[in-house]
Structure formats: C-alpha cells, structure tokens
C-alpha cells in the first residue's frame, strides 16, 4: 500500500485543467461594455450638454459586437448622437467612433477623450 502525498493528482479536490481555447470562447459570449472611467468621460460631456441646453435624454446598449452610448435631444427622437466603442476596430482605425444622427462618423480615434474633443465648442472671432 502506498501513501499519496498531499496535493497528488489522483486526489479528487486537485487542480482543474482548463483548455485555452474553451477560455477564451467562453470569454468572448460577454457582452461588450464601458469602462468606469469611460464612462466618467462620457457622463461628464452629458452633464455638460444637459446644462447647455443642447441633450435630454440618453440610453445605454450593450450589444456582442460594441457598446454604444445614444444622446437624445427629445426622448421621442432618434438619437442625434452615438457614442460607439468597437474593439474589434482598435488595431486598426481606432476603437472609439461619435457617429451623427444619419450614420456619417463625424470622428474616429484610439482614445476616447480626443474622440469626445468633437463636442468641444471653438472660439469664433465676430466682428463688431
């Protein structure tokens, strides 16, 4: 009779062998979502554009492809805005987008606060 070693791998409470690739498919069924601090950066745009007078309303959808942020100007309007994270995007053109109301990408980028400067308002020199 020979005695096992704690830790042996005959025992049944030892180590669980997980395959890779079951990981990783398992990992990609989740949706995909805003970071704290993303969303931070959108709320506080919306925040801004609220106090201007310019959005109302806004919804949230996490779907398996990107996550989108939609600004309202009226809760009973199509979006004038979407926010859009595509990571699937991210080697390539940037995995942030703010797409207008008729589908035109008025800007693309890698980070996501250089993305949101399209909402910044510019100085404009007026003649008196």
Do not use: C
Not at 25 to 48: C, M, S, V, W
Not at 84 to 107: E, N, T, Y
């Amino acid at each position: 009779m020979m005695d096992r070693a704690i830790g042996s791998e005959d025992r049944e409470d030892s180590a669980e062998l997980i395959r890779l690739n079951e990981a990783r498919h398992a990992r990609q069924n989740f949706p995909i979502t805003f970071h704290r601090r993303e969303l931070d950066l959108i709320l506080k745009l919306y925040g801004r554009m609220v106090a201007a007078n310019e959005w109302r309303d806004y919804a949230i959808d996490h779907l398996d492809d990107r996550a989108v942020f939609s600004v309202f100007r009226r809760t009973s309007e199509t979006p004038i805005y979407r926010i859009v994270k595509d990571p699937s995007l991210a080697r390539k053109q940037g995995a942030w987008s703010v797409v207008s109301a008729g589908g035109l990408i008025l800007k693309r980028g890698h980070e996501l606060a250089r993305v949101l400067r399209i909402f910044d308002k510019s100085l404009k020199l007026v003649k008196a």
